[in-house]
């Protein structure tokens, strides 16, 4: 049976038994239940089904030695099984974990030991990955068995995924009441993104601000935005000039490059970001920091400095929520349609990029504004 067919297979069953736990065992059942629904970190129930998924495709394989390093016969790759077979099961049903392997997590690289609960993983928070390695020792020890544990644990993000959706769903529904309404003004969606922003957390939103722009108003500046690469990618990885890239319609070379700062941009950002221009297989018009902190203005006359350098290159230092209100009051007519945008991509990011909870948060703050409307 090939690990495809295995993960069909308990996928099936936790659909069947959505309601009901498969596991008698009362202290087993606490710790699965803990480490799925941990949301400040998602690498524990990751790497569990990686494990799981190696355990049930080689049963003679021990769960706690994910690493070849180890060197032991019993031992195996559990990125292999992560990367290559769990990857499209969790993006297929769309299962609450990380969009990335558990093993490139700092706690979880470079080990070269069997993963027992005589040592400790230095983590956050430290129950997490005690009762990680409790679980991986019940299935080694045999006091469950691993297709028992995986049923439980897919059951578990079925529910928090449907509980999810079912939360998001409901807020959508409350908007619905509003529509109709006077649509809300300029000045009240930069009131509402800029409390939306200052959630916690919000370092993916100054991207999503400017995506949005590009998205409501791209035909009529003959501009198009390419597809934002994710979250956690660097640009020297994705080979990418910045955050969010503009391209003309019909072309693939990008024009315009914007790189997000939660924090003040200074000459090192600057220095960087003309080695970028300079390296770069073509020649584009601007380099625009959107940043949410203060702008330093030598830092700005520094990076203006360059325009005749780079024949004609502009490097220039935004704030983020002024070039929002620009945006909105320039094209005041689209100014739902940038609304709309906006929620579109806070929605279908993943909770890693923009939690479940800012997006509720966005929802329920229009929601609001278009009430008090």
């Not at 629904?37 to 769960?63: E, F, H, Q």
């Not at 360059?306 to 935004?318: H, N, R, S």
Request: hydrophobic share 40%.
């Amino acid at each position: 049976m090939t690990p495809e067919n295995i993960l069909r297979g308990i996928y099936e069953r936790a659909e069947a038994t959505l309601d009901t736990s498969v596991i008698p065992d009362l202290g087993i059942r606490e710790r699965a239940n803990y480490v799925c629904r941990c949301t400040s970190n998602r690498a524990g129930v990751r790497l569990l089904m990686s494990c799981l998924l190696g355990k049930l495709d080689k049963p003679n394989v021990d769960p706690r030695k994910p690493y070849t390093e180890i060197g032991d016969s019993d031992s195996f790759s559990g990125r292999t099984y992560d990367e290559q077979h769990l990857a499209p099961f969790i993006n297929e049903h769309r299962l609450p974990v990380n969009q990335t392997t558990a093993f490139l997590t700092p706690t979880l690289r470079n080990i070269d030991h069997p993963l027992t609960t005589d040592r400790e993983l230095v983590g956050r928070p430290r129950d997490l990955y005690k009762k990680t390695l409790e679980l991986l020792e019940d299935v080694a020890e045999q006091r469950v068995s691993a297709d028992v544990l995986f049923v439980e644990i897919v059951r578990l993000l079925l529910q928090m995924r449907d509980e999810k959706l079912a939360r998001i769903n409901s807020l959508l529904k409350g908007l619905e009441q509003t529509e109709g309404a006077l649509p809300l003004s300029s000045e009240a969606i930069v009131t509402l993104l800029k409390q939306h922003l200052a959630c916690k957390h919000a370092s993916r939103l100054p991207v999503l601000v400017v995506a949005a722009a590009y998205q409501a108003a791209g035909t009529r500046l003959a501009e198009r935005i390419l597809p934002l690469n994710p979250h956690n990618a660097a640009d020297m990885q994705t080979g990418s000039l910045g955050d969010v890239e503009i391209c003309l319609v019909g072309e693939d070379s990008v024009v315009t490059a914007y790189e997000m700062k939660a924090k003040r941009v200074d000459y090192n950002d600057i220095d960087t970001a003309l080695a970028k221009i300079i390296g770069a297989p073509h020649r584009i018009d601007n380099y625009l920091f959107v940043t949410t902190d203060v702008i330093d203005p030598r830092v700005a006359e520094y990076a203006a400095g360059f325009y005749e350098q780079t024949d004609g290159v502009e490097i220039a230092i935004l704030d983020c929520i002024g070039f929002l209100r620009h945006f909105l009051h320039l094209f005041h007519r689209v100014r739902a349609d940038y609304l709309n945008a906006y929620q579109e991509l806070v929605l279908n990011e993943p909770d890693s990029a923009v939690s479940q909870t800012l997006k509720e948060a966005f929802l329920a703050l229009r929601q609001a504004a278009e009430s008090d409307e």
